[in-house]
Nanobody, 119 residues
Framework: VQLQASGGGLVQAGESLRLSCAASGTIFSINTMGWYRQAPGKQRELVATITLGGDTNYEDSVKGRFTISRDNAKRIMYLQMNRLKPEDTADYYC??????????????WGQGTQVTVSS
């Protein structure tokens, strides 16, 4: 099982980016998925999560600007980031609770995708 994150880049403050996280491999189902970020010199923090049923949760600083979504058929999760701010600059990581057999699951992490927001 692999998670592949993509979509990062360099943008100016106020602009938008959409991150994607694609799951591949032997997958029976995917439960909760999430995006985390880690800025230089800081700890990794939760950005947003989404359950299999579509319930979402956001870190306070991104509420109203970021939207997490998923396409269960394609096994892809998205993070639409609008009105980006310099403080959103970080490496963004996706993770997911994946059933790799019918009865066993574990959390997987994707590699980071870098987001840089200039002022």
């Amino acid at each position: 099982v692999q998670l592949q994150a993509s979509g990062g880049g360099l943008v100016q403050a106020g602009e938008s980016l959409r991150l994607s996280c694609a799951a591949s491999g032997t997958i029976f189902s995917i439960n909760t998925m999430g995006w985390y970020r880690q800025a230089p010199g800081k700890q990794r923090e939760l950005v947003a999560t989404i359950t299999l049923g579509g319930d979402t949760n956001y870190e306070d600083s991104v509420k109203g600007r970021f939207t997490i979504s998923r396409d269960n058929a394609k096994r892809i999760m998205y993070l639409q980031m609008n009105r980006l701010k310099p403080e959103d600059t970080a490496d963004y990581y996706c993770n997911a609770d994946i059933f790799y057999t019918r009865y066993a699951s574990r959390w997987y992490w994707g590699q980071g995708t870098q987001v840089t927001v200039s002022s």
